[in-house]
């Protein structure tokens, strides 16, 4: 059974930091390209970051630009997202999910093209 499970998730003050992990179970992490998602309430899910199979290239929604870093160790079966210099507007759920690819490089931020998904952490960015 494939399992993907999300921590790092709580309460921060603005420009705090935060490192989101994905624990992956059930299958090799290392033929999934890794997206984290966030859905924040009344807004519509989106892609936030995106890691491929090999790592070697990665993709970012331009608010998290420069402030969010993705990373994997496929040795430990997990992907990391280090949120930094955090705003109230990136207060959500955040949820990661798998994409089987074996393009090395593929990335994407397309919700829909998900084969697994976590049940999501919840962070909430306040003074």
């Known amino acids: 059974q494939v399992q993907l499970v999300e921590s790092g998730g709580g309460l921060v003050q603005p420009g705090g930091s935060l490192r989101l992990s994905c624990a992956v179970s059930?299958?090799?992490?290392?033929?999934?390209?890794i997206t984290w998602f966030r859905q924040a309430p009344g807004k519509e899910r989106e892609g936030v970051s995106c890691v491929s199979t090999s790592g070697s290239n990665t993709l970012y929604e331009d608010s998290v630009k420069g402030r969010f870093t993705i990373s994997r160790d496929n040795a430990k079966n997990t992907v990391y997202l280090e949120m930094n210099s955090l705003k109230p507007e990136d207060a959500a759920v955040y949820y990661c999910a798998g994409y089987l690819t074996y393009d090395t490089d593929y990335v994407t931020l397309v919700h829909h093209m998900m084969d697994y998904w976590g049940k999501g952490t919840l962070v909430t960015v306040s003074s």
């Open positions: 059930g299958v090799k992490v290392d033929y999934y390209a």
